[in-house]
């Protein structure tokens, strides 16, 4: 009996094509369940840090001066690889220009275009580090599948608590406002708070506990004053993590983790953990594999 085509899954943003090159193709870039694709990340995660590794150099007066030439040669190695891959992801999926306005598909096109840009107007070589962004694609190769779930969810926690926060913020502005004009007051213009602004920039640095110390009280008031402020500061920095944690907490109480898995005939994505074939294709799914001690 002829299985029908496999069709894309609706989870795969960009459209995964049908059949042919393309969808070899899509296999090794976009996937990492396999070994050509893992290699192909694990190569990608390389030229990246070695790119921006050459960046940096570059940088540096006494390199460049010594090894102008290697460094370019080599960026410019770097930047046509790039332009390839770029263009092989645009290629390879089925609406190339959703996946160029992603963000992923962003950080690609600055990964080359400042490049050719600073061969027009040098200073924009230094834009050339916005690649180093692309190492998000990390996660893929370690399977950190759990650790972005739990970004989503630590996502989901802020913006539940936001108005908990919201109102914590308020009660911290109300504080450095109000601190920052008493100091005003107290220790006036001699000692350095020349203006309300200025003492609200002290009082936000103190309870902070940045304390960078370009203005300080001088006298006994202001000094109690400020040490007060730094008592408060060091209890009220706990206050929106408890707010975050407890929230993240409850969040992953009432909701437990679903692993998917991917075809590795068809690359067809979101497949259960209990699956044992694929709902497209037909072929059998292997053993879900379970990573512990990730964490450490």
């Known amino acids: 009996m002829q299985r029908n085509p496999p069709v894309p899954s609706p989870s795969t943003p960009y459209g995964k094509p049908l059949s042919g090159w393309r969808l070899r193709v899509y296999g090794v870039i976009f996937e990492s369940d396999t070994r050509a694709g893992r290699a192909f990340d ?20 006494p390199i460049y001066a010594s090894h102008h030439e290697l460094l370019t040669a080599l960026e410019w190695c770097f930047t046509v690889l790039f332009t390839l891959e ?43 580090d916005v690649r180093v962004l ?12 759990a650790y972005v779930a739990e970004y989503s969810a630590l996502g989901s926690a802020l913006a539940a608590s936001r108005r908990k926060i919201l109102v914590f913020l308020s009660f911290v502005m109300m504080v450095v ?21 200025l ?7 103190t309870m902070t506990t940045v304390g960078f110390g370009d203005i300080t009280p001088h006298t006994s008031l202001g000094r109690l004053i400020a040490s007060a402020m730094m008592l408060l500061g060091w209890g009220t920095l706990a206050v929106p993590t408890g707010i975050v944690t407890a929230e993240f907490t409850a969040q992953k109480l ?43």
């Open 199 to 205: 003492g609200i920039y002290w009082a936000i640095t």
């Open 254 to 296: 009432q909701r437990p983790e679903a692993p998917t898995r991917t075809c590795p005939e068809c690359l067809t994505e979101g497949h259960g953990g209990d699956a044992r074939f694929c709902r497209d294709c037909g072929a059998p799914m292997p053993a879900l594999r379970r990573v512990t001690g990730a964490a450490g």
């Open 42 to 61: 694990i190569a990608l995660v390389c030229l990246i840090l070695a790119s921006v590794v050459v960046v940096v150099l570059d940088s540096i007066a």
């Open 86 to 128: 770029y263009a092989a992801r645009l290629a390879c999926v089925r609406h190339p220009l959703k996946y160029a306005r992603s963000f992923y598909g962003i950080i690609d096109l600055l990964a080359v275009v400042p490049t050719y840009l600073a061969v027009l107007v040098p200073g924009l070589h230094a834009l050339i």
């Open 177 to 197: 406002l109000v601190m920052g004009t008493l100091m005003y007051v107290v220790e006036g213009a001699e000692n350095g708070f020349t203006s309300i602004p």
């Open 134 to 145: 692309r190492l998000l694609r990390i996660f893929r190769i370690l399977k950190l599948g």
